[in-house]
């Protein structure tokens, strides 16, 4: 069975569709990446696979007992909130803990684990407040590192941090792929697509193409999602079938 089945899916606001009638499956296990021009709905549908947005139509099913984790776009983290990195990362044991649940001394060495994984030890203590962009994104993996999820969703998880950390949190990718867990991740950065992700969506509200990166990657389709995208209306009535 898929790890994510679509079926049909519709998504957007006010019954104006930002993804359209859009099926498909990811396979347990594979690595994939949602590529498209702005405003290709990429967000919205890692919203609706994390059930943060809900259907206009269609729908979304889950292979059944898989635990899921989800990294919005670092523009949409309040970074004000007073809290220091350690209490962030241990967040990823609330499926464990329980909100209020007190963290037990081998809790605690996995949360260790965890922040020396991502390479921020000694940053236990920093508010999150004081973080760079890429010390931030780092703390953020360290979270999913302990929430130990079978299917991960990033949204734009290398944006606006340097090549170092990009190349860091990269390999955390890969070793989740290699564990065998099912990792979808909405990218810009057409060329890391291409070396380190197998399968990849080519989005423009619609699916493009879908399947082995190197086939879904041609100019061709990317100018096709470019045009397709730009002719969209934003403002147009719902399709027909969504209006009955």
Request: charged share 20%.
């Amino acid at each position: 069975m898929p790890a994510i089945r679509i079926d049909d899916l519709t998504l957007g606001y006010d019954r104006h569709p930002a993804v359209h009638h859009l099926s498909g499956e990811v396979e347990s296990g594979s690595l994939t990446a949602i590529v498209g021009p702005n405003g290709a709905g990429k967000s919205t549908l890692l919203k609706g696979i994390a059930g943060a947005l809900s259907p206009l139509d269609g729908g979304i099913t889950l292979a059944r007992g898989k635990r899921l984790a989800y990294l919005p776009q670092s523009a949409d983290l309040d970074r004000s909130f007073p809290i220091h990195v350690y209490d962030l990362v241990a967040m990823g044991l609330w499926n464990a803990a329980g909100i209020f649940g007190r963290i037990g001394f081998g809790a605690k060495g996995k949360v260790e684990q965890a922040i020396a994984a991502v390479g921020l030890t000694g940053f236990e203590r920093r508010p999150i407040g004081t973080l760079s962009g890429g010390q931030m994104q780092r703390a953020l993996f360290a979270r999913l590192l302990l929430q130990d999820a079978d299917i991960i969703l990033l949204d734009e998880p290398f944006t606006a941090i340097d090549a170092r950390t990009t190349a860091d949190l990269l390999a955390l990718v890969q070793r989740w792929h290699g564990e065998a867990r099912t990792v979808v991740a909405v990218l810009h950065d057409i060329e890391t697509v291409r070396r380190a992700f197998p399968q990849t969506l080519l989005l423009a509200r619609e699916s493009v193409a879908w399947g082995a990166t190197d086939e879904v990657l041609t100019a061709a389709n990317l100018l096709r999602a470019r045009h397709m995208v730009e002719a969209f209306d934003s403002h147009a009535a719902p399709c027909e079938r969504d209006a009955a």
